[in-house]
């Protein structure tokens, strides 16, 4: 078998797109341009290199991008005082603190003290409430982008069993929440889970949240089964170089496995297009709007 690739550059262009036609019809109808605020705390290089991206592709959807810089030393409290400045803004209707913070910072204090209407990214322990009951909320960006992705392939996911590799607030755990929605199976594994292979092997939808190079090998996997591949890990090449590789052997898998995600194109980029997404939904929102229906074909 050779697996059908599950194009996320492709799929995140069609969802940007899509966003970018909301925005202009706010704009437009309703005078109103979504505004989407980005906190970088320190000078993490990938950090660094995220942030830019996010507020490149914010302006190219039409939409107001704020990026606020702040040295690594920056208090906890001038911190908050920012993200407090931020949630009364009537301009900004999305906020995101990159992570990670520098360690004098507590991430959960500092996520939490988002409005949780404008918690683009769906940290907040609301957000995280309101997923966890199957009610409306934002929804982690990399995890709806994995979704989109799934229900795009396969429509309904309904009793279909999930392995999700894994267990991060960040992925795995608001992923498995989805999957769950979404009436799977789910199966929820990470370092301390015996037989971890065995449970692979069961899945009709395995996604490898691990953050080590090529761990997911083709004898785990099911035949014809999909593969969503979120690891994004650098690897030293023979001849000095790096590249980018997913937590899954992508060659061997991709031959066992029915659709897989590439590492990179796919995974990454739908996780910006989301972030995009969730923005203009908190937008629409905050005016009464209905939510835009933005899941492409
Ligand atoms: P975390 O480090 O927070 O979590 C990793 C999880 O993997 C933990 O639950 C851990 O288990 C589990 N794990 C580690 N080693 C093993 C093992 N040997 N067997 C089974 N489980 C294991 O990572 P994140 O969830 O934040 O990210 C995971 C990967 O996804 C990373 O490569 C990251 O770069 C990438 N990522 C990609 C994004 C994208 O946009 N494409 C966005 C976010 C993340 P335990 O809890 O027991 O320690």
Redesign the pocket.
Known sequence: MVAQIIDGKLFSKKLRKQVSEHVNVLKTENNITPGLAVVLVGEDPASQVYVRSKGKQTIEVGMNSYEYKLSEDTTEADLLELINRLNVNNDVHGILVQLPLPGHINADVVINSIDPEKDVDGFHISNVGLLATGQKSMVPC?PLGCLLMLKNFHGSLTGMDAVI????N???KPMAQLLLNESCTVTI?????KQ?EEAVRCADIVVA????AE?VKASWIKPGATLID????RVKASDGSTRLVG?AEFSSCSEVAGAITPVPGG??PM?IACLLANTLVACCRKYGLEDPDIIPN
């Open positions: 990399t590799i894994g267990r991060s960040i992925v795995g594994t990470h370092s301390r889970t971890l949240a691990v953050g080590r761990m979120v690891g994004i890990n937590d995974v990454g996780t």
